[in-house]
């Protein structure tokens, strides 16, 4: 009968246990330090990627509300001195109220309606916060269809509520030498375009000035600085009504810029 021998653990050295405990704890040590600095890697591109929109939106709500006129030669101020046009006195009677606006003159003299369509997308641009449109005169005077001044206007206006911009719409009046059936046509267009698009309407940008021989230049057709200061009087209010829509667009994006 044979005794089998008893056979005795093999235990590792105790320096070798030492030395595999330390390289564990170094191996535990590192895999924290991945996780932190992993961890920090994702805060720090959530923050950079956050702060452009952040920024932006600070900066925004900083600079002064932009109220671009759209417009021909009574936009433009024609054969008036610097200072004394529509855009520079607006832009005065609103900061006078406390408003921090400014009003941007993009009105070239002799466009029509076709032409204000033409150049709308390069002269109106993003850092846009609120439109007046003055067109039509020019139609009138040369005496083009009525329809085909709505079309213009029709675009013009889909193009800006599109791009959710407020659009305070002035009327114009054709001359009484087209006849009554002309003039119906068209100054009944733009109260209608203004009802279809759901924006502001100041029904005749000339009211009071037009005819009045003391508040025109020498051409009875352009103001003079007296009746640019009669235009600006009476289409402030309805200018207001404009900024207040336009600061209520800036808070709104402001908000959703934060999301």
């Known amino acids: 009968m044979k005794t089998s021998a008893r056979r005795t653990p093999v235990r590792a050295p105790r320096s070798h246990a030492v030395a595999l405990g330390a390289q564990m704890g170094a191996l535990r040590r ?3 330090l991945a996780v932190v600095a992993l961890a920090f890697a994702l805060l720090l591109s959530f923050t950079l990627a956050s702060f ?3 920024h932006a939106s600070a900066e925004t ?9 759209f417009g021909d030669s009574l936009t433009a101020g024609y054969g008036l001195r610097p200072g004394q046009g529509f855009t520079d ?9 406390g408003r921090n606006v400014e009003v941007v003159n993009a009105g070239v003299s002799g466009d029509t309606t076709a032409a204000g369509l033409g150049r709308l997308d390069w002269a109106i ?3 846009a916060d609120g439109v007046i449109v003055e067109l039509g005169a020019n139609d009138a005077l040369r005496g083009q269809p009525p329809e085909q001044a ?3 206007l029709d675009a013009i206006l889909s193009r800006l509520t599109a791009r959710n911009l407020p659009v305070l719409l002035a009327g114009m009046r054709a001359p009484e030498n087209w006849g009554e059936d002309y003039r119906r046509r068209f100054d009944a267009m733009f109260a209608e375009l203004a009802a279809r698009h759901d924006v502001l309407l100041y029904p005749f940008f000339l009211d009071g000035v037009a005819l009045d021989r003391s508040l025109n230049l020498d051409d009875g057709l352009h103001p003079n600085a007296k009746g640019i200061a009669k235009i600006v009087e009476r289409i402030l209010p309805s200018v207001e009504q404009l900024v207040a829509r336009a600061e209520s667009r800036r808070s709104a994006a402001g908000v959703a810029a934060q999301r």
Not at 89 to 97: D, E, G, I, S, T
């Open 30 to 32: 590192s895999i924290n």
């Open 125 to 127: 641009d993003d850092t």
């Open 89 to 97: 006195v607006l832009q005065m009677a609103l900061k006078a109220r």
């Open 52 to 54: 452009p929109m952040r």
């Open 150 to 152: 709505r079309a213009n």
């Open 61 to 69: 709500a900083g600079r002064p509300l932009r109220i671009v006129a």
